[in-house]
Structures are given as C-alpha cells and as structure tokens.
C-alpha cells in the first residue's frame, strides 16, 4: 500500500511541500546592483535594482543569490529564526502556535541554515529541541484520538500530517483489534469519489 | 515576479490531494513562454559580455530552474495520483476522472495498465496471479455483501452469472467480490 504520507522533502526535488516551502520570503539586501530587473522591488520605478535597497525575495530566488562568486545579495534572517524567539522555542516550544509562525516552520527552518549564517548551526539545535519537545504531545494527541480542532490547527504542515497519520493508524489498530482483519472495504479514492459524484447530482 | 505561474500549478494539486485536478495547459503554456523569454533575455545578456549584466542572468537562471521544477513536480505527482488510481479504482477508471486528463496521461494510463497485466500474468508458474486481489489474508470461501448500486449482470469466474440489484444482500465467492467492495459497488457485511 502506498502511504499518503511524502517524507524526505530536502533531497526531493518533485516534492510540492518543499516547492511551497521555499517560496516562503526573506529579506534581502542588494549588494550588486541588478541591471534591468527594477521589477523586483515594487516600491521604486527604478530600471535597475540598486546596491542598498532591501526588498521581500522568495527563499528559491535569494539563496541561490547569496551564494554566486561576487554576492548579489545578503539575506537576513527571519525575524522568527532569530534569537529572541529561539529563546521562546527553546523555554517551552509544546505551547507556541507554530501555524502563525509560518506554515512551513522546520521544512523553511533547514533550508535557512543551508545560508551559512553564524547561527545556522544553532537554529538547527533549536529545530531539533523544539520538534522533539512537541513530538511528544503530538503522540499523545494521536493515540487518545484528540479531535480538538484548536489543537491541530497549531501545527506546522509537517507535524499536521505526522499527526493524521498517527491517528488513522490507532483507528486501524483499534478496528483491527475489535474485528480482525477479514473485512474488506472500498479503498479511499473510490470513497472520495463518490462523495463527490453525490454532491453533483444533488445540485 | 518571475515563477508565479509555476506556482500555481503546484498550490493547485496541494489544494486537493484525493482527487486529480483537471490538466491545467493554460497555465503550464503561460509557464513556457516565461521561461522562453528568460531564456532569449539571458541570451542576449550573455552576448554582450558585460560585467553588470552578471546579477541579471544570475537572477533569471534561478526562475528558470524554478519554473522546470514547478513544471516538472506537477506532471510527476499527476502520474503518481494516476498510478494509484490503477490499484484503486482497476484497469477502467471513471469517465469523469478520464476527463481530467490530457492525451499524453491517458497513453501513459493505458501503457500502464498493459505493463501490470503482462507482469501479472507472467508471474504464479505461469498460471498468472493477479496482484490487486487478496491484499487482505482471506479467511472464508463465501462472503455476505450488501450491493450498494445497481450494477446489472456479473459473470463470475466459473460462468455463474448473478444479477447485482441495489439494495439487495448476497452470498458470494470472495474473490470476484474484492474488486467489486474495492470500486464501491458492494459492501462487505461483518458482524
């Protein structure tokens, strides 16, 4: 059976959370002036993107930027990556909304140390303690069948999938416990399907 | 701002990942000629052979590359979504889910669907051995199932014809019924 379930975005280039991921913003700082791509930054009618002006690129535009032989632009970190929130994280990271944050909160989290900032090493620590502290009430949600809406609306994409998918398997386990194995049931996209086809016919 | 087209596609299918959203080959043209008009810029940028164009091109060729992966990561999670559609739904897949396919999908879809079959009946000494049945350890010959629509006739391996009529209950051999229970035609009833 195939999982739901698409692990492993960073070595993955076809995967659509990484695609979305990376598109998240950070602010940059021309170091070399662009020529012909003013477009870039709408705020000025300029032609050309000047050495100085700071302006919202996508992470998929900016790293690679960042990394040329003559730097065209420094990218500053994201005020959630940065120490003082670090500082949030690591005091008691079960309780933060990570959705507010950024939907994409670890995924976005790993490529920013891909930057070699001088903090790179240390948000990577702080992802680890925070996914670590919060994987745990995440188990615990899932095995006792918390269906508190408010709860899992709090988690960052990767979490929310880890999440249903611990859940379906502990209603797997109870099914199986409760009857065996024996009963066969319409697979899932069949399911879907025909919801779909009902909800036509009854407009 | 370059690779919002590519974009787009891919909220598209996250958007919905149980079903398949129709080919979208409006978008994906708007994509090609971005990425052609890139290309031509870069290239021109590049004959010239000045140093301040050197940001320009570099910008470019990261739109580029974003956009063939945007391209790319959309057709290949289609196949994917297609794949799967062959072990859940069988060899013929819903009208309304064809019509959501380009031409190229559907070919794919039918060589598909011919490679599984060659394989299936190459494997099991030479007997065949279809790999979408039995995905759960049988443990009956005959199973009670309740038709949820009307389906008409049914030939059964052994040349039994049954009439599957709505609403109706019936005792059948398990393995004809899988495919049917897996396609949503009959229900299995356990107690």
Redesign the interface.
Known sequence: METRFKHSYCPNYFSLEDILATQERVLCKVEKSVHGLGCLDQSTENEDLVVGTTLQLPFWLAFPLSQTRVRVVSVELPKIYKEAFREVLTADASIVDLSKLGRYFYEFGSHLTKLNHRDSSAINTMLMNAFKDRLRVLIDWAQNLCTDISKVQRLDTLEKELYLEGFKARKELIAWLSEGSSKMCASEMVVNHKKRKRAVVDI | ???QKG?EL??E??RT???LPPFNDDVIRQVLEEMNALFEQNRM?LDKEKD?????V??R???LE?NR??L??YL??RINKIR??R???GSII?P??KYNMCEPEVQWFNNYNKILATYMRGIGNKHGLNLTLD??????LY?EVRCLEDYGEYEMDNGDVVTLRKGNMYLLPRGP??QL????IL??I?D
């Not at chain 2, 995905?135 to 009956?140: A, I, N, T």
């Not at chain 2, 229970?181 to 949503?184: A, D, L, S, T």
């Open positions: 701002m370059f690779g974009l891919i909220k299918l996250n990942p149980d079903v940028d301040a164009n050197y940001a320009g570099h910008v060729h990261a739109s974003r992966r945007c790319l990561a290949y999670n799967q559609m072990w859940e739904f819903p309304e889910i995905r759960q350890p049988p443990k009956e199973i019924c899988e229970i897996r396609q949503g229900q299995h356990t």
